[in-house]
């Protein structure tokens, strides 16, 4: 990047940094994947810094931006939820989400399910996969647990959700 | 606070929940909002916690992360939390840089119904503030208008409308679902509007359930507030301002009319509800919505 453009970014960041991660919390209730979300968001605003270096309103072009990865997370979590656990955990907050979750994983079906996925997985994948899912862990946890980059544990887990899906299209969405 | 050109100052008067309630309303909301009342928002919030410790992260040690495991080359053109939506958008954007996100409709929708929101709850503080201390309560509006009573206007100047059987179904219906007895929906509105169906409330922290109307440029929301009990009123650190507020009787109930040059906002209790007609209506056309009820 340009001088400009990084100080650009980093006014940003100085600005508006607390105001996003407060706002994440208000939905994930979780400070680490709230960080990760809005460090993500920063990470966006690098990626099209053409379009914020012209634009009228940089901070509430990140707002924007920050919302719709939210909501996306959201989303993803609530298919997840759905699916495995048979149940709707969208509104949860992470206390009640854990909560809800020990509830349900002692249902046998579940603990059926679960043990399939054991099988389906490396003893890695599941612990890895197990970290995001039922943990809610964060990227970044995740990745300085098991020595990695945040995009590589990205990929990581994408590659076992998609392995998952393949073996278990009806509980597994992608 | 940043310097913009709309007035946010009315965010102040909601406590922090009321103001995370907004958020998740707008968050679930179909439409897009205005950044800006978001910013707004959480500047009001940040500026209440600044001082708690540990209430908010240390944004240098925050950098140096995004610098030491976001901001690397490996991430180049990735995303963590990938957003379709967002890319479509970004598409637009970068055709029409210059040009930011346009307020639309939801943003004064919330605008206007929190603003309902905090004024009816501000009339409701007064009514239990002021019988709990035995104060004459024409007395106490009597520094705001020196118009205490105004009867229900001469029909010859309300504007005629057709009465939509079908919004008042639906409207009826969802009083019904929820137990609610009372006679709470009018029979009649302005000519020209359309009724755009239920706004879901639920996320404020009082609970309510709101209707919205249109007419092109224009708007008009009914909410009701649905409250567990008698309000606390020590939670609501209203500011009083000088407003004209008028106090007008229909159906034995007391109204509480505010307006300025463009909008009016009514509200007024029933039991542990309080219902609020607010929007691009006149004086007179408020009244009228409000004298239906029960017609």
Same mark, same amino acid.
Request: aromatic share 10%; charged share 25%; net charge negative.
């Given at each position: 990047?340009?001088?400009?453009?990084?100080? !650009?970014?980093? %006014? @940003?960041?100085?600005?508006?940094?607390?105001?996003? *991660?407060?706002?994440?919390?208000?939905?994930?209730?979780? /400070?680490?994947?709230?960080?990760?979300?809005?460090?993500?968001?920063?990470?966006?605003?690098?990626?099209?810094?053409?379009?914020?270096?012209?634009?009228?309103?940089?901070?509430?072009?990140?707002?924007?931006?920050?919302?719709?990865?939210?909501?996306?997370?959201?989303?993803?979590?609530?298919?997840?939820?759905?699916?495995? !656990?048979?149940? %709707? @955990?969208?509104?949860?907050?992470?206390?009640?989400? *854990?909560?809800?979750?020990?509830?349900?994983?002692?249902? /046998?079906?579940?603990?059926?399910?679960?043990?399939?996925?054991?099988?389906?997985?490396?003893?890695?994948?599941?612990?890895?996969?197990?970290?995001?899912?039922?943990?809610?862990?964060?990227?970044?946890?995740?990745?300085?647990?098991?020595?990695?980059?945040?995009?590589?544990?990205?990929?990581?887990?994408?590659?076992?959700?998609?392995?998952?899906?393949?073996?278990?299209?009806?509980?597994?969405?992608? | 606070?940043?310097?913009?050109?709309?007035?946010?100052?009315?965010?102040?008067?909601?406590?922090?929940?009321?103001?995370?309630?907004?958020?998740?309303?707008?968050?679930?909301?179909?439409?897009?909002?205005?950044?800006?009342?978001?910013?707004?928002?959480?500047?009001?919030?940040?500026?209440?916690?600044?001082?708690?410790?540990?209430?908010?992260?240390?944004?240098?040690?925050?950098?140096?992360?995004?610098?030491?495991?976001?901001?690397?080359?490996?991430?180049?053109?990735?995303?963590?939390?990938?957003?379709?939506?967002?890319?479509?958008?970004?598409?637009?954007?970068?055709?029409?840089?210059?040009?930011?996100?346009?307020?639309?409709?939801?943003?004064?929708?919330?605008?206007?119904?929190?603003?309902?929101?905090?004024?009816?709850?501000?009339?409701?503080?007064?009514?239990?503030?002021?019988?709990?201390?035995?104060?004459?309560?024409?007395?106490?509006?009597?520094?705001?208008?020196?118009?205490?009573?105004?009867?229900?206007?001469?029909?010859?100047?309300?504007?005629?409308?057709?009465?939509?059987?079908?919004?008042?179904?639906?409207?009826?219906?969802?009083?019904?679902?929820?137990?609610?007895?009372?006679?709470?929906?009018?029979?009649?509105?302005?000519?020209?509007?359309?009724?755009?169906?239920?706004?879901?409330?639920?996320?404020?922290?009082?609970?309510?359930?709101?209707?919205?109307?249109?007419?092109?440029?224009?708007?008009?929301?009914?909410?009701?507030?649905?409250?567990?009990?008698?309000?606390?009123?020590?939670?609501?650190?209203?500011?009083?301002?000088?407003?004209?507020?008028?106090?007008?009787?229909?159906?034995?109930?007391?109204?509480?009319?505010?307006?300025?040059?463009?909008?009016?906002?009514?509200?007024?209790?029933?039991?542990?509800?309080?219902?609020?007609?607010?929007?691009?209506?006149?004086?007179?056309?408020?009244?009228?919505?409000?004298?239906?009820?029960?017609?």
């Amino acid at each position: 990047m340009l001088p400009e453009q990084e100080r !650009l970014i980093e %006014n @940003l960041y100085v600005k508006n940094f607390k105001k996003f *991660i407060r706002y994440a919390e208000v939905f994930s209730g979780d /400070p680490s994947i709230s960080q990760d979300i809005v460090q993500d968001t920063f990470h966006e605003a690098i990626k099209h810094i053409d379009i914020l270096m012209v634009h009228e309103n940089p901070d509430g072009w990140l707002m924007n931006v920050l919302k719709n990865k939210i909501r996306e997370n959201r989303r993803r979590d609530t298919r997840y939820a759905r699916h495995i !656990l048979s149940t %709707n @955990l969208e509104a949860l907050t992470a206390p009640d989400y *854990i909560d809800a979750l020990n509830e349900k994983l002692s249902r /046998p079906n579940i603990v059926e399910l679960i043990e399939k996925i054991k099988d389906a997985l490396k003893p890695d994948e599941y612990r890895f996969f197990s970290r995001f899912v039922f943990d809610k862990a964060s990227h970044l946890v995740v990745a300085k647990e098991f020595g990695i980059t945040v995009y590589a544990s990205q990929k990581r887990l994408e590659r076992i959700r998609k392995k998952l899906h393949d073996q278990f299209p009806d509980y597994v969405p992608k | 606070m940043s310097n913009h050109r709309e007035d946010y100052s009315y965010l102040e008067q909601f406590s922090t929940k009321q103001l995370e309630g907004l958020l998740r309303a707008d968050m679930d909301a179909a439409n897009e909002s205005n950044p800006e009342l978001l910013l707004h928002i959480l500047e009001v919030i940040e500026e209440r916690e600044k001082n708690v410790s540990g209430a908010l992260p240390d944004v240098g040690q925050a950098w140096e992360e995004f610098q030491t495991y976001y901001n690397i080359p490996e991430g180049d053109g990735l995303s963590l939390y990938p957003c379709g939506q967002f890319d479509e958008r970004m598409e637009q954007q970068e055709e029409h840089p210059s040009k930011p996100f346009r307020p639309i409709r939801l943003h004064r929708i919330l605008r206007m119904a929190s603003m309902a929101a905090a004024i009816a709850v501000l009339a409701l503080a007064f009514l239990i503030s002021a019988q709990a201390a035995g104060f004459d309560i024409l007395s106490l509006l009597g520094c705001w208008t020196s118009d205490i009573f105004r009867f229900a206007p001469d029909s010859s100047t309300a504007v005629q409308g057709d009465i939509n059987l079908d919004y008042y179904h639906s409207m009826q219906a969802t009083l019904d679902k929820l137990g609610i007895e009372e006679e709470l929906i009018p029979t009649w509105y302005p000519e020209g509007y359309e009724f755009l169906g239920l706004a879901d409330w639920d996320n404020l922290s009082t609970g309510g359930i709101g209707w919205n109307f249109n007419r092109g440029n224009e708007f008009f929301s009914i909410t009701i507030l649905l409250f567990q009990s008698t309000v606390d009123v020590d939670s609501y650190s209203v500011e009083k301002e000088q407003v004209d507020v008028e106090v007008y009787e229909s159906n034995s109930n007391k109204i509480y009319i505010f307006s300025n040059d463009s909008s009016t906002t009514a509200t007024w209790s029933v039991g542990t509800m309080v219902e609020i007609v607010t929007g691009d209506l006149s004086v007179d056309e408020t009244k009228a919505i409000i004298d239906s009820i029960g017609g």
